[in-house]
């Protein structure tokens, strides 16, 4: 089967006026240009990189819903309730109880609107701080995030939507306090695009070290997962209109990242969620693996032993299609038994096979008696071959963001909606709280990506 390659638009293709302008082409831009064309906009998807798809890319584990038909169907009975709590939980109680609440209650329907345009995501897996299996991926087990995204951009290329690269966009155009469009760089000069409506779906600031300076200096060094364009350029656009930032100090670092190589790679919550355990130099757990990113980044820190080691057995890795591809860039490593990849990666090997021994009676008992992991059990470490990922904790994502309500409207410093200006997706703040529970950035694309789409189309059909 041939590469599906999208066809982006030449910028002498950019037309004068747009029904809404959407600025991003990751999860939460191309759902909302979508659900938005299908509502009868004219929109155009303005994206700065010669590459589409921005963090969304990136994403491995998958997306959570609660109360899905694909839960049914695997024999799960979940409830919103549940989910709000743990992620408010999970949080800090710090997430925004608003935007939380229609996040959860539209979860399920992202499930069956993306499965209406074809995009099935009909596995299930678990993360960090869920009591249940919510994590919604496709059958193949493929990461969810290229996988969301290619899938998404067939749709706009068969509904014949325009998406621009290239194209960076530097100034909101304001007319009586009203934003009206954009004033955008282009290879053939700045052009201004008159609009009706404009969506903030720029991301957010992960390899801004200016920005993450600013907010957070004790991070300042850190490396990230992020891609190189995530510098917060909608924040910016935002806080010229008079827009509000909040929680700008709320930056999550994630605790399995590969950060050897000049290039970081995301070792995705997955891995952890099917059975893998984490291991210091001797050999030795020493935290609960699925609590929350904070509380794993914090433990593999405090360790001070050059980060620890990922855990894994072949039957893991038949479980996670992801660890095919970090082979793939070499960055696992390998052993016919457990004492062969202790030595491969200077571990102590009596450590590391007496730590597989108690764990795979903690599976077998369902009982975790060390360090009360109760989810993420379905399977011993027990297969060979054996499999080690060497991570450290990396800036994975920003929680802060542009301050909106669950209309995804902007607002101004004073709590004022800015008309004609929307935001979401990881440029947006609140959702999240203190903590971003793995998953859910994902879901949030699709969720408030669709209820951009529709929020426009709504402030233009009432103007």
């Not at 609009?195 to 060094?221: F, H």
């Not at 010229?240 to 909040?246: K, P």
């Not at 004073?414 to 793995?438: K, P, T």
Request: net charge negative; charged share 20%.
């Amino acid at each position: 089967m041939a590469k599906f390659v999208f066809k982006t638009k030449d910028a002498s293709e950019l037309a004068d006026k747009y029904d809404a302008i959407i600025i991003g082409s990751g999860g939460t831009g191309m759902s909302a240009a979508i659900q938005a064309h299908e509502l009868g906009l004219n929109v155009a998807v303005l994206e700065k990189n010669e590459g589409l798809g921005g963090n969304t890319n990136k994403a491995s584990s998958g997306m959570n819903a609660s109360e899905s038909n694909v839960q049914y169907a695997h024999g799960i009975i979940d409830h919103n309730d549940d989910f709000y709590k743990e992620t408010m939980k999970g949080g800090g109680l710090m997430n925004d109880p608003a935007m939380l609440r229609f996040f959860v209650d539209h979860s399920a329907s992202a499930i069956s609107w993306l499965k209406d345009h074809d995009i099935v995501v009909s596995d299930l897996t678990i993360t960090g701080g869920m009591s249940r299996k919510r994590c919604h991926r496709p059958a193949s087990l493929a990461p969810i995030g290229a996988f969301l995204e290619t899938s998404l951009l067939k749709v706009a290329q068969e509904e014949e939507i325009p998406v621009f690269n290239n194209v960076k966009v530097v100034k909101l155009l304001e007319d009586h306090k009203q934003v009206v469009g954009v004033e955008a760089e282009t290879k053939l000069g700045d052009k201004k695009i008159a609009a009706n409506a404009v969506l903030l779906a720029t991301g957010g600031y992960g390899a801004a070290q200016d920005i993450i300076g600013k907010y957070r200096p004790d991070l300042k060094d850190y490396k990230t997962t992020n891609q190189a364009g995530a510098t917060g350029d909608g924040l910016k656009l935002a806080e010229s209109v008079n827009g509000q930032l909040v929680q700008m100090n709320l930056i999550q670092v994630h605790p399995t990242a590969q950060t050897d190589n000049p290039r970081v790679y995301l070792i995705g919550e997955a891995v952890r969620g099917e059975g893998a355990i984490l291991v210091n130099r001797a050999g030795k757990r020493f935290v609960n693996e699925l609590n929350t990113r904070k509380i794993v980044s914090d433990a593999i820190t405090n360790l001070n032993e050059d980060g620890a080691y990922l855990i894994l057995d072949q039957n893991i890795r038949d479980h996670v299609k992801a660890v095919d591809f970090y082979e793939s860039v070499g960055l696992v490593e390998h052993g016919d038994s457990l004492e062969e990849l202790a030595k491969t990666i200077n571990v102590d090997p009596a450590g590391l096979k007496e730590t597989v021994t108690v764990w795979n009676k903690a599976v077998a008992n369902q009982d975790d008696s060390e360090f009360a992991r109760t989810t993420g059990m379905e399977r011993g470490i027990e297969k060979g071959p054996f499999f080690a990922i060497h991570i450290h904790p990396a800036i994975h994502y920003t929680m802060g963001g542009i301050h909106i309500n669950s209309n995804t409207e902007v607002l101004d410093t004073n709590g004022n909606v800015i008309a004609g200006l929307y935001a979401a997706g990881e440029v947006s703040g609140g959702l999240h709280g203190n903590n971003r529970i793995g998953g859910n950035s994902i879901a949030e694309t699709v969720i408030f990506g669709r209820q951009a789409g529709i929020k426009m189309t709504e402030f233009i059909r009432n103007k």
